[in-house]
């Protein structure tokens, strides 16, 4: 015996509801993106609406003047009367004509101000956001793809939305309107109006999302291509990638890129557009259908010739209006899921900020380090193993070792750049997790190996080490001296304020030695900092110019604590600790005397060194 269970249909059009209602949510965004619009500018956004309005209206008062028109023609050729009727109607009609084009002029005006205005708060939005995120997130590469396509598209999806649902509402009403005129004709012409273009709407949807899908796909394809567009044309890369002659390949790269991405595009492109022309001639074959049907009537006598010429401009008007609603939902779909992106990115949670000390219950502990260990996220292999010292106010600590031991690392724990997996980092007695991030970071000042060069004047260069003095001339040369660079900074023909780099008119390039000056009297223009970090501060700057730092470094900053690491141990030895790190452990620990005493592997390491130098 057969059992007539049918499972498949069921689910599988269980399924389909699902997917119909997933596309449906995804028009949540159209709120959203009202929303953003009315808060960018309600002037703007209520007058959009309005003109919307009077838009929408009016095609179909036109198309019935229209009507009024032509039969008060008939009528006063068949009576011989005068033609008063119609020069009246005809005289409204220029009214409506002359309105409508003002409103559409007027919207597309609204529209113009407004998408410079929602680009600019999108982008805001955008960099607001990108400013609490933490480096782990820039570091990776998913969520920096996320961030790239927030900011390719989004800024203009947010106004073509707006646009789209406003249009929207428009064309609904002019079809609403047409739509009661088409009533006195037939229901079932306003019937066939609407089911002719349902499939050209289905088609719409479905090729925004592959279109949507590509995008996101491509994401790193993209950003690939803009990182290669970066290194053939800005000034910072041009030497190298002449030099070694690297123009043609990454130029090649770049085509290469470009044909993948035009194979799929054109793809989807030309399908697009076979679909489309196929669906369009099934609302032709529609129109002449009821043509025909509308001028047999006429000819039977059971409309007026002004009737014809008002259904005929009605149900030619009406379809047309009814695709461009089914084409402005397809692209309402195809910007919502562009949307959906934007507010994927701006909603990524952020870390909250976890500690609001101000201040320590040790003033005057200083710095410890308490077994701590650190991995970077998808590394297996430990940056840090439970490293452990103790740095008293006006210490100073040198750290040496090899490529890849963790010097860097160290300092980006100790900055708050990222947590340590286990162990603990105290300043004054207090875990520098319960601090207040801003408290923390105004009280240490650093240079990182790969230190900022702004294309800013030469004080703004220095200014940003204190963004509450950033433009205070006399700290410029409080820093400037602290860091050996005043002298050359006013040798430049306009001394504190000559711009540097070449991105802008009358930019000054400096050598490398003196952006490492910069980079220091940067590092002293905080001057609340007590701990001063300097990552290879004098690896570019000559010899007589490194003796004269430190003697300085010595100097000046005899109450501040300052860990510096360097690969040079003439400058090394003068520091009060030193720490030797292999792979992320420390090794040796102690004076310069002390670890020289051991001969061991820093004493082995100073030895070379001295021989290089005497050689
Ligand atoms: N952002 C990161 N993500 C993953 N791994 C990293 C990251 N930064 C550094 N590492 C790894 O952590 C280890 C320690 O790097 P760190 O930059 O601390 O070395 P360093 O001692 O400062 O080296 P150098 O003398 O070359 O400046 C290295 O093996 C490096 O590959």
Redesign the pocket.
């Given at each position: 015996m057969k059992t007539s269970h049918h499972p498949l249909p069921f689910s599988f059009l269980k399924q389909r509801f699902q997917a119909f209602h997933q596309s449906l949510s995804i028009f949540q965004y159209c709120r959203r993106a009202i929303q953003l619009v009315w808060t960018t500018d309600r002037h703007l956004t209520i007058g959009l609406a309005i003109l919307t309005i009077i838009a929408g209206l009016l095609p179909a008062i036109v198309a019935y003047l229209g009507k009024l028109i032509v039969d008060a023609v008939v009528a006063a050729a068949q009576s011989g009367g005068a033609a008063w009727t119609a020069l009246r109607y005809l005289g409204l009609e220029a009214i409506a004509v002359a309105l409508l084009s003002g409103s559409q002029q007027g919207i597309s005006l609204c529209q113009s101000l407004l998408r410079v205005l929602l680009g600019q708060k999108v982008n805001e939005l955008i960099l607001e956001k990108a400013l609490t995120l933490d480096l782990i997130h820039f570091?990776d590469s998913e969520f920096y793809d996320k961030m790239t396509r927030a900011r390719r598209e989004a800024s203009t999806r947010p106004l073509s939305l707006v646009g789209r649902t406003f249009g929207l509402v428009k064309d609904t009403l002019s079809l609403v309107t047409y739509g009661s005129l088409l009533l006195q004709f037939s229901l079932w012409a306003v019937l066939l109006l609407m089911v002719a273009g349902i499939p050209a709407f289905i088609a719409e949807t479905r090729f925004a999302q592959a279109a949507f899908r590509l995008f996101r796909w491509r994401a790193p394809e993209t950003r690939e291509q803009h990182y290669l567009e970066t290194l053939l044309a800005r000034e910072d890369f041009a030497m190298e990638v002449k030099l070694y002659q690297l123009g043609e390949m990454l130029l090649n790269r770049y085509r290469a890129i470009f044909q993948r991405l035009y194979h799929e595009d054109r793809d989807l492109t030309v399908r697009r557009s076979v679909w489309s022309y196929f669906l369009s001639l099934l609302n032709t074959a529609t129109f002449y259908a009821t043509y025909v049907w509308i001028v047999l009537e006429a000819i039977a006598g059971r409309i007026s010739l002004g009737e014809l010429t008002m259904y005929l401009v009605v149900f030619r008007q009406g379809q047309s209006t009814f695709s461009a609603i089914l084409t402005s939902v397809g692209g309402m779909y195809e910007d919502c899921l562009y949307l959906s992106n934007l507010y994927e990115f701006l909603e990524e949670a952020v870390p909250e900020p976890t500690g609001y000390a101000t201040y320590g219950p040790l003033p005057g502990d200083g710095l410890r380090f308490e077994h701590v260990s650190f991995t970077?996220?998808?590394?297996t292999?430990p940056?840090l193993k439970d490293v452990s010292f103790h740095l008293r106010p006006g210490e100073k600590l040198a750290i040496v070792?090899?490529?890849?031991?963790?010097?860097?690392?160290?300092i980006k724990l100790l900055t708050r750049l990222y947590t340590p997996d286990s162990g603990r980092i105290l300043l004054d007695g207090r875990n520098i997790q319960d601090w207040d991030i801003d408290a923390l970071q105004r009280r240490i000042g650093v240079i990182f190996?790969n230190f900022v060069r702004y294309q800013f004047t030469v004080g703004e260069n220095v200014g940003v080490g204190d963004v509450e003095y950033f433009e205070e001339e006399p700290r410029w040369h409080v820093a400037t001296e602290k860091g050996t660079a005043r002298s050359f900074i006013e040798d430049m023909p306009e001394g504190f304020y000559t711009r540097l780099g070449r991105w802008f008119r009358g930019g000054r390039e400096l050598s490398g030695g003196q952006w490492q000056k910069i980079a220091l009297s940067r590092a002293f223009m905080r001057s609340s900092a007590d701990i001063l970090v300097l990552d290879?501060p004098t690896s570019a700057v000559d010899a007589e110019a490194e003796v004269e730092i430190f003697n300085q470094l010595r100097s000046v900053t005899h109450n501040q604590m300052a860990i510096l690491?360097s690969h040079r141990f003439s400058t090394v030895r003068m520091a009060d600790q030193i720490m030797v790190?292999v792979n992320?452990e420390i090794l040796e620990q102690g004076t310069h005397a002390e670890l020289m005493q051991r001969q061991g592997h820093y004493a082995r390491l100073f030895e070379l060194q001295a021989a290089g130098y005497l050689s």
């Open positions: 570091e970077y996220p998808d590394t292999q940056a070792g090899k490529n890849g031991s963790g010097k860097t690392t160290l190996q290879e690491i790190l992320g």
